[in-house]
């Protein structure tokens, strides 16, 4: 276990560093001039020769590429990511409350989408080719075909507009989370329930679900047997959703006016201030590569096989 645990390390560790170098060029990757951007994007009414040098020389862009990368990457390991474009203000100054405010959303909607999915699941499993299952199964795949931002709209007019029930935008308390959790459940738990479901049902025709039938043991330990059995195919699915819904928040922060990575990152692209869009690429692309590695040690840990394999 030690050993595979290393070897994933050994994986992910380089990784990273590829994603942060893709990262960084990221605004090298303009044709325009990074200080002509920086001046543009602080909105500087005449940008001169003389201003362009004093810029370069201010940010370190007057130093060799790799320089400039593992200075950018020693401090973003302080969490340092430079200061902002637009208002000069610390990135991570402007970062933080809008990522801890994504983090609740991606929490409470990532244990919606697992035990919906899970519930879901195995009751279309139990009830294989019944109007239950094919009723689930067809309305939830209306739901998840359905993009994000109408369904999100269609519930904002229904239930906040038209019913009253809960607020339409921002995060005021509990009740702001019901409609982007729901909205981000039903996108999601519609393709996980799927996974739940075919795992189950090729759990429940193996032997051992015949051998302990037949031994007496309740319909109830038989189910936690299977579902046992079945998450552990599941595992990196669910493992996986947390940083894909951290990534994907995008469209539904917007929509609710969410305070969080979602709704600044647009504000960055549109104002060109690539401090922040460098920060927010580099927490999405790390919480993909750590997650992914988890969820394979995770999945280790819990199948037997697996750890006779290694």
């Known amino acids: 276990m030690i050993h595979y645990l290393f070897k994933k390390l050994l994986i992910a560790i380089p990784l990273l560093f590829i994603v942060s170098f893709l990262t960084f060029v990221l605004v090298h990757l303009s044709p325009h001039d990074p200080a002509k951007l920086i001046l543009q994007a602080q909105e500087v009414p005449e940008i001169t020769e003389g201003l362009l040098e004093q810029t370069r020389k201010d940010f370190g862009l007057d130093q060799p590429l790799i320089v400039q990368y593992f200075q950018w990457l020693l401090s973003c390991l302080k969490l340092d990511f430079g200061e902002s474009y637009v208002n000069g203000l610390p990135v991570w100054k402007i970062l ?64 906040s507009v038209r019913l009253d029930l809960l607020p ?4 005021t308390g509990f009740q702001s989370y019901f409609l982007p959790v729901l909205v981000i459940t039903i996108s999601y738990a519609g ?35 299977v579902l046992k059995n079945s998450l552990q195919v599941t595992i990196s699915i669910f493992g996986m959703a947390i940083p894909i819904i951290l990534g994907s928040t995008v469209v539904v922060e917007n929509v609710f006016a969410w305070p969080g990575l979602g709704s600044l990152s647009i504000k960055a692209i549109l104002g060109r201030d690539f401090p922040i869009i460098q920060a927010y690429v580099l927490i999405v692309a790390t919480f993909f590569v750590v997650f992914n590695t988890l969820s394979d040690v995770v999945n280790v840990a819990m199948n037997p096989k697996l750890r006779k394999e290694l």
């Open 191 to 225: 393709i996980y329930f799927r996974n739940v479901r075919s795992s189950m049902l090729a759990n429940m025709n193996e032997d051992y679900v015949l051998y302990a039938r037949a031994s007496g043991l309740s319909e109830g330990k038989v189910l936690l047997y």
């Open 96 to 159: 933080g409350p809008a990522f801890i405010n994504t983090l609740k959303l991606t929490f409470v909607s990532s244990v919606a989408i697992m035990v919906s999915s899970v519930l879901l699941g195995v009751l279309c499993a139990f009830k294989e080719g019944k109007w239950i299952d094919k009723s689930i199964r067809g309305s939830m795949f209306f739901l998840t075909a359905m993009p994000s931002y109408l369904l999100a709209s269609l519930l904002v007019w229904y239930v």
């Open 168 to 171: 339409t935008s921002g995060m």
